[in-house]
């Protein structure tokens, strides 16, 4: 069974703070995962991908890899009221089907 | 920059009724998908499709759904007998290379079947 699993949120930090985005993941030979935004209404929009074990930085962006405790996270630094989003972990099984998680509602407050 | 694009952006229709989706993807992309999106729920995957052929499915996509390549540019989700559980955003999204890129997608069609 493939899946990927976000806590749902909604989750809330003063503007100017870290905030912290968590997925796990089923399938140990996954090797691709995504980040996306998601506002309402809207479709999703890339934030960032990531391949390797590690960390990988993308202005206030991190994206984490842990591969062998199946879990990838995004840290938002300086959150911004414009962060306030749905955000969505994606991640490819096999061949190049996304399998997405529920996502984890974000509001960052001015 | 290139962008996919969907039409319409809001599609009403009659149970029953037959609907088509369109999706213009990036130009030069190769293999596209199509996702939906029931209100408050996850994006769930339906079709890819490379070289003029679907490569992967979901149980989702049964006999009522198809897609089409008809042209060199428009990629098309069509639902035979739409039922009210079909309503939901559908999202085209389109991808150079699954090894090196990632999925850019079309803003999304409303389907709201009465």
């Known amino acids: 069974q493939k899946e990927v699993e976000q806590n749902s949120g909604p989750l809330s930090v003063p503007e100017g703070a870290i905030a912290s985005l968590n997925c796990t993941y089923s399938?140990?030979?996954?090797?691709?995962f995504f980040w996306y935004r998601q506002y309402s209404g809207k479709s999703p929009e890339l934030i960032m991908s990531?391949?390797?074990?590690g960390d990988k930085e993308d202005g206030r962006f991190t994206a984490q890899l842990n591969k062998a405790s199946q879990y990838v996270s995004l840290l938002i630094r300086d959150s911004q009221p414009s962060d306030s989003a749905t955000y969505l972990c994606?991640?490819?099984?096999?061949?190049?089907?996304?399998?997405f998680g529920t996502g984890t509602s974000l509001t960052v407050i001015p | 920059e290139p962008e996919v694009t969907q039409t319409p952006s809001h599609q009403v229709t009659q149970m029953g009724q037959e609907v088509i989706l369109r999706c213009v993807p990036i130009?030069?992309?190769?293999?596209f998908y199509w996702y939906r999106q029931i209100l408050g729920q996850k994006v769930e995957f339906l079709v890819s499709?490379?070289?003029?052929?679907?490569?992967?499915k979901s149980e989702i996509f049964d006999d009522q759904f198809s897609v089409e390549r008809p042209d060199g540019s428009n990629f098309t989700l069509k639902i035979r007998s739409t039922k009210l559980e079909d309503s939901a955003m559908y999202f085209c999204?389109?991808?150079?290379?699954?090894?090196?890129?990632?999925?850019?997608f079309g803003p999304g069609t409303r389907l709201t079947v009465l």
């Open positions: 994606a991640v490819i099984f096999t061949g190049n089907q996304f399998y």
């Open positions: 399938d140990r030979v996954s090797q691709s």
């Open positions: 990531i391949y390797s074990n």
């Open positions: 130009s030069n992309h190769l293999y």
């Open positions: 499709f490379y070289n003029n052929e679907i490569s992967e």
């Open positions: 999204a389109s991808l150079l290379d699954p090894l090196a890129d990632t999925q850019y």
